[in-house]
């Protein structure tokens, strides 16, 4: 079974500070990494994926997030931090052998960026 | 259109009574999910459309709930005799372009529909 965590409910962040937000996963192929974003009274947006290859994925909105096979985990990191940047972020995962079902989402991380 | 579209934004409605959700995917997706959002909670995997296969129900909370897709395309998700634990906001994604089966198409989300149950 495939399973995302998210161990913060909230971080909070000085503007201008690098943010960390955390996921780790649990698949029983390989996992292909995903993080989305929700602004207040929006859908998901897409910020950026982990597929294969260089561990760093560099995403939207100057975003990037770095895989760690031997940790099972898949952190968000920005360098800088903007308060434009407070929203929900959502990690999650899909199995490499699953073909194309579901994405399993973690509970979301609030992040509160200030000014 | 060039995204996911989904009406309406905003449902309220008294216990007992039936709705009915729509999602529009984007053109050519030939998956299509819904999800539902609770306050507090992540994401719960509600049903999955995957083009003519049989749809995968396994997430939908009760007997209650169901959701069809007409021509491939435009999906419906019909809550009956709503129950106030039904509030939430229910998000619809749609992904995969045909000819592209892979399992690492993204997932491009609408804007949610927020039903409130009074």
């Known amino acids: 079974a495939q399973s995302v965590a998210q161990p913060e409910d909230q971080v909070n962040v000085a503007e201008g500070n690098p943010l960390t937000v955390k996921c780790t996963y649990s698949?029983?192929?390989?996992?292909?990494l995903f993080w989305y974003v929700q602004y207040p009274n929006r859908g998901l947006q897409f910020l950026l994926k982990?597929?294969?290859?260089?561990?760093l994925v560099k995403g939207s909105y100057g975003f990037e997030a770095e895989f760690n096979k031997s940790q099972t985990s898949f952190h968000l990191k920005k360098p800088s931090a903007l308060v434009s940047d407070s929203a929900l972020y959502f990690c999650?995962?899909?199995?490499?052998?699953?073909?194309?079902?579901?994405?399993?989402f973690g509970k979301g991380t609030r992040l509160s960026v200030i000014a | 259109g060039a995204g996911v579209s989904q009406s309406p934004s905003n449902k309220v409605t008294e216990k007992g009574k039936d709705v009915e959700l729509r999602c529009d995917p984007i053109?050519?997706?030939?998956?299509l999910y819904w999800y539902r959002q609770s306050l507090g909670q992540g994401l719960e995997f509600l049903i999955y459309?995957?083009?003519?296969?049989?749809?995968?129900k396994s997430g939908l909370p009760s007997d209650r709930f169901s959701a069809e897709r007409t021509g491939g395309s435009v999906s419906t998700l019909t809550i009956q005799r709503t129950q106030q634990e039904d509030s939430a906001v229910y998000l619809c994604?749609?992904?995969?372009?045909?000819?592209?089966?892979?399992?690492?198409?993204?997932?491009?989300f609408g804007p949610g529909t927020r039903l409130t149950v009074l």
């Open positions: 459309f995957q083009g003519n296969s049989a749809p995968d």
């Open positions: 994604a749609s992904s995969q372009r045909q000819g592209q089966i892979s399992p690492y198409n993204e997932q491009f």
């Open positions: 999650a995962v899909r199995d490499s052998n699953s073909g194309n079902t579901p994405l399993v």
């Open positions: 982990y597929i294969t290859g260089d561990n």
């Open positions: 698949v029983s192929g390989n996992p292909y």
């Open positions: 053109s050519g997706h030939t998956a």
